[in-house]
């Protein structure tokens, strides 16, 4: 149950990723789709409103028209894209942050080259490694406690070591 509450965030926030992108698609489609429709109306507007539709007139607007939908589509290509490399390496960032908080080992994050947040990944790759340099002193320390604990339990009386096992669990209550 613990683990499931764990992963709930980073769900989430995959969930949230996907959602900007599905929105920053569909508004994409939209202003699109309105650009096509404006440029359509105006293009038929004036041509209906002429007698005679000058050739070089009809096609100045066709280009227009047409370069506009051409810089739109483009323009949204390279702006999904672009919000593509933030959502990649936010997911990843958010996958390092998950294990991080559980207390798994992380990997090195590493993003691909064109995606954003590298400073962010730098920062957390040093957050990864001082965190596994004080679990690896956590570990030693511990070692050392234990072989303090037998080396005192050794020179102890039956009476001292039952009063001494109460301290250690006191010590190792407030530590939890």
Known sequence: MANSEQK???????????????????????????LL???????????????????????????????????????????????????????????????????????????QRGDYLHTMAAHLNEIRKAMKQRRELVRELEQRIGQIDAELKAKMTEKEKSAWVGIRNDIHGLIS
């Open 37 to 111: 429709g404006v440029i359509t109306a105006f293009c038929v507007t004036t041509i209906r409103d002429l007698k005679e539709v000058d050739p070089v007139l009809l096609r100045l607007l066709v280009a227009i028209g047409g370069y506009v939908l051409l810089a739109s589509v483009i323009l949204g290509g390279l702006t999904l894209r672009m919000t593509r490399q933030v959502a990649d390496a936010a997911r990843q960032l958010n996958e390092c942050m998950e294990q991080l908080t559980s207390g798994e080992s992380v990997a090195t994050i590493r993003l």
């Open 8 to 34: 709930m965030p980073v769900d989430v926030a995959k969930s949230s990723i996907e959602q900007f992108q599905r929105k920053y698609v569909s508004v994409w489609l939209m202003i699109v789709l309105g």
